[in-house]
């Protein structure tokens, strides 16, 4: 089973978001994030043996043991760079300290059942994937304009443990577990 770590994306700043992923999506060749499909990954595990997740739910029972923060979603941004987009993505403003601290402890409980570490980590919502950008001066504007845009914020209550099930039309988020914050 495929599976990874989420904080899920509330669907009233889900509406914000999709009026980015309108902007650009006639800009190329495009796959935009389904909107119940957005999400910030803590960590993804790759394939997992169903036979560990009792094991993984009780490292992330620990995780959860937090009180839950708020964080605000802030910028439009590409990866890996402006002149070779493979990604784009809405950051994280106010909340990006916490996001760090969850992560890290993430990493260092599952280290224990032999996940290795993620060596950078960038907390962002991914809303697209993109193939080719035909209009590359459209894009860049849309991106220049949206570098710093306020989208809103929301309270942080708990993560989830999920499973991702790749399909012809896209991968399809099922839970597997919810850790609510103290």
């Known amino acids: 089973m495929r599976a990874f ?58 995780v959860s043991e937090i009180d839950g923060f708020d964080i605000s979603l802030r910028g439009v941004g590409v990866f890996p760079k402006p002149s070779y987009v493979r990604v784009v993505w809405v950051g994280v403003g106010n909340g990006g300290k916490e996001i760090k601290e969850l992560h890290t402890r993430i990493d260092q409980e599952l280290e224990a059942l032999s996940f290795e570490r993620e060596k950078r980590f960038s907390a962002h919502f991914t809303i697209a994937r993109v193939k080719r950008i035909e209009d590359k001066k459209e894009f860049i504007k849309i991106l220049n304009e949206n570098s710093k845009r306020e989208f809103g914020d929301f309270y942080v209550k708990g993560i989830e443990l999920m499973k991702s099930e790749l399909k012809r039309t896209g991968p399809v988020y099922s839970l597997v577990h919810r850790f609510d914050f103290e």
Request: charged share 30%; proline share 5%; hydrophobic share 40%.
């Open 5 to 62: 770590i989420a904080i899920p994306c509330p669907g009233d700043l889900r509406e914000s978001l999709v009026k980015i992923q309108n902007q650009i999506k006639d800009l190329g060749r495009i796959r935009l994030v389904e909107p119940e499909n957005i999400h910030l990954t803590l960590k993804f595990l790759g394939n997992v043996d169903e036979n560990r997740i009792d094991e993984i739910i009780k490292c992330l029972n620990k």
